[in-house]
Every structure is written in C-alpha cells, then in structure tokens.
C-alpha cells in the first residue's frame, strides 16, 4: 500500500518553515525521505526506524510515529537549494530494503 | 568512488519492439532495485535483488517485464514488446546490504519512450 503524502506541493519564501507528511495504513517499521531536484536522481537524506526517534540533518530534521503510522519532515529556514520533490519510502518488516514510495511532494523556495 | 551509473540515459523505441536497459551498481552492494517513475510521478518500486537470493518481483507490472543480475553486479531490466505506457524513466538504485537501515544510491536513469 502506497503511504500518503501532504501535502502535494508547497511554495515558500527564502527563510519560511515547511512540513511535509507521510501517513500509511500499514505498520510501518521505518521510513525513509528522499529529495530529487528537477531531472536528476534521488537523493538520500534520512532514514527512521522503529522508535519515535527524530533525526536532523543540518534545518532537516523528521520524527517517526510508529503508532500513528506517520513521519513529518521539517524544513526550517528553506534555502533556494530546498527546492525539488521531496519523497517518502516505508518499509514494514524490518526484514528487507525493499520501499514503498509515496507520490511526492513538490517544494518550491522563492527568493 | 563511482556511483551507480545507468545506460542508455535516453532510449526512443518503437511500439512493440524489445529494450534492454542495464544497471551498474556501485562495487560492493550486494542490494540493488529498480523502479520507475512515470512523468511527475512517484517512484514505483519494480524487482529488487538481494546477494544470491530469488529476487523480489512483487513490482513487476507484466510478464512482459524481467530483470537479471549477473555475478550479483550488473543488472539488465527487459520490457518485452514495449507498450507507449512503457514510457517513463526507470531508475536503478543500489545499497551495501538489503538491511532496511541502508541508504539507497540511484543512478541518473534511463528515459523511455515509446512511440
């Protein structure tokens, strides 16, 4: 099942704070986030596993609720270089790397 | 090192003919997947390979569609009789292990398109 994604896009001023959802109606046991800028291939940011932990990654940081099935990716202060679609994958065992991505979410930073 | 590179980039075919597309993972990931993404949108997950283990074909969306890897390095994604609804960019990703907690490193693609 592929997980949700919210919302679908977003644009922002240079400075201003996002938050991009990824809900799924399985259990999940991690979920990963991925940016791809326009016409070049995905690239990893982050990874959370079972635990509720929240992670950073320098004003990128994530939180994983695994009761509710949800992880949120925080963009704080958005730079230029935010831009592009922002992409969740889940993984429900714990056994495998296999991912579920959701549709995307495609941010646009604005001088 | 080099990463995962992917050839052809760009594939224009006829309706109906046969395509190979190859993946060359980076040196040392047993893992590698494939996916495809249609234009704008997500990533969808096709078969994923995992060191000498039976692949996951789960994603494979016609019999059409089969994949090798050989010598657990190299990859060669086949679209039988290619359809127009083929065309997408499928993207080949590869990690160290198939553990969940391994990041994912995605070549550039191959653009597919089928007239």
């Known amino acids: 099942q592929q997980p949700v994604q919210s919302p679908q896009a977003v644009i922002l001023r240079e400075g201003e704070d996002a938050v991009i959802n990824c809900s799924s109606s399985k259990a999940l046991y991690s979920v990963h986030w991925y940016r791809q800028k326009h016409g070049e291939a995905p690239v990893f940011l982050m990874i959370l596993l079972k635990g509720g932990e929240q992670k950073g990654h320098e004003k990128i940081s994530a939180s994983f609720n695994e009761k509710k099935q949800q992880s949120s990716l925080y963009l704080t202060a958005s730079q230029l270089s935010y831009s592009g679609t922002y992409f969740c994958g889940t993984e429900g065992s714990g056994n495998t790397g296999k991912l579920i991505f959701g549709q995307g979410t495609t941010l646009q930073v604005k001088p | 090192g080099a990463g995962v590179s992917q050839s052809p980039s760009n594939k224009v075919t006829e309706k109906g003919k046969d395509v190979e597309l190859r993946c060359d993972p980076i040196s040392g990931h047993t893992a590698l997947y494939w996916y495809r993404q249609s234009l704008g949108q997500g990533l969808e997950f096709l078969i994923y390979?995992?060191?000498?283990?039976?692949?996951?074909k789960s994603g494979l969306p016609s019999d059409r569609f089969s994949a090798e890897r050989t010598g657990g390095s190299v990859s060669t994604l086949t679209i039988q009789r290619t359809q127009q609804e083929d065309s997408a960019v499928y993207l080949c990703?590869?990690?160290?292990?198939?553990?969940?907690?391994?990041?994912?490193?995605f070549g550039p693609g191959t653009r597919l398109t089928v007239l």
């Open positions: 390979f995992q060191g000498n283990s039976a692949p996951d």
């Open positions: 990703a590869s990690s160290l292990t198939g553990a969940v907690f391994n990041e994912q490193f």
